[in-house]
């Protein structure tokens, strides 16, 4: 089961990666989401969480991902870590605003 949370900034993405830890989940499997491609790895690194890769998405589609618009690369990596399409597309709307995603997975 994933649990999905959304917030503004940083300081709150860690707080809330903070209470998954707290509530069992392993950081490896706190998957943190923002639109621009290096705000993402800085919150990811800043925060010591799982970074979406060949072990979650398979070779094609991390292949796959470097021909990809920024929208198509997040709703693929959406899906790759245990959301549906439509869970997929709303979040990379969410996205779209300017806000973060945090995905934990069992």
């Avoid at 490896?28 to 969480?49: C, M, P, V, W």
């Avoid at 060949?54 to 589609?61: K, W, Y």
């Amino acid at each position: 089961m994933n649990t999905v949370k959304v917030c503004e900034n940083g300081v709150q993405a860690v707080n809330i990666i903070e209470e998954l830890t707290n509530n069992g989940y392993d950081r490896d499997n706190i998957y943190l989401f923002a639109h621009g491609e290096e705000r993402s790895k800085d919150l990811t690194d800043a925060t010591d969480t799982g970074t979406v890769g060949v072990g979650e998405q398979g070779i094609l589609d991390s292949v796959s991902n470097v021909f990809r618009k920024r929208g198509d690369e997040l709703r693929s990596k959406f899906e790759s870590v245990g959301l549906t399409e439509a869970e997929a597309e709303k979040y990379e709307k969410v996205l779209d605003g300017g806000q973060v995603v945090v995905v934990a997975t069992n």
